[in-house]
């Protein structure tokens, strides 16, 4: 089974502060994704990324930024944390070709306060 | 309009009843389609992909309707397990890598 793991489940910080989401995949997945989501929005794709060093925006980029330094490991920051990226954020992996469903990461919930 | 419309519920139905729900999508060019159950303050799991021809996995029916642009899931003799949000995911090409959209979720609950 493909395993995606994030690195917290809860996380709160204060307004301002820098923050890092780490993603890891274990099944040499070449796409990862960054969504949030929140009531009444479903998921919304922050950025996404298809090989090493390689990243695009996606439907919410503002605010954040990612790096993708190995295959395995997909990092979103929030440069300078506010409260309304107070939601939770899951990563996803697929496989190249497809097309084939994500397998998610188990979430973290973010609050900034 | 939103390009992957659900109606967010809640159902609310008994224990063993037949449920279903529709998800309409904008595009016609969208292309491959899933549905997700995504258990309260979990992450979203796949249930199972639609085919243009329908395709079924026991309890569970998946149809795709390409001339009303619309995606159903039925599910027979419900269980109490089966409560949980079910997302529509729309792919708008051909690839993991193409635009894919996800509905706001149908929130489900089945009553002993």
């Known amino acids: 089974d493909v395993k995606v793991t994030q690195s917290s489940r809860y996380l709160v910080k204060r307004t301002g502060e820098k923050v890092f989401l780490e993603c890891v995949q274990d099944?040499?997945?070449?796409?990862m994704f960054w969504y949030r989501q929140d009531p009444g929005l479903g998921l919304r794709l922050i950025y996404f990324?298809?090989?090493?060093?390689?990243?695009e925006k996606g439907d919410i980029p503002e605010g954040y930024s990612v790096s993708r330094e190995k295959k395995e490991r997909f990092s979103l920051i929030l440069e300078s944390a506010s409260t309304n990226q107070t939601s939770m954020y899951l990563c996803?992996?697929?496989?190249?070709?497809?097309?084939?469903?994500?397998?998610f990461g188990s979430g973290t919930r973010l609050t900034v306060v | 309009r939103k390009e992957v419309e659900q109606d967010p519920g809640p159902f609310n139905v008994p224990e063993g009843a037949t449920v279903a729900f529709n998800c309409t999508y904008s595009?016609?060019?969208?292309?491959?389609f899933f549905w997700y159950r995504q258990d309260c303050r979990k992450e979203p799991k796949l249930l199972m992909s639609?085919?243009?021809s329908g395709n079924e996995d026991g309890r569970f029916t998946a149809q795709l309707n390409r001339a009303s642009q619309y995606i159903s899931l039925l599910i027979r003799d419900s269980k109490l397990s089966d409560s949980a949000t079910y997302l529509c995911?729309?792919?708008?090409?051909?690839?993991?890598?193409?635009?894919?959209?996800f509905g706001s979720g149908t929130r489900l609950s089945i009553r002993p």
């Open positions: 996803a992996s697929t496989p190249h070709g497809g097309p084939y469903g994500y397998t």
């Open positions: 099944m040499d997945h070449e796409n």
């Open positions: 990324s298809y090989d090493v060093k390689m990243k």
């Open positions: 595009n016609s060019a969208s292309q491959s």
């Open positions: 639609v085919y243009s």
């Open positions: 995911v729309v792919n708008m090409g051909y690839s993991s890598a193409s635009k894919i959209i």
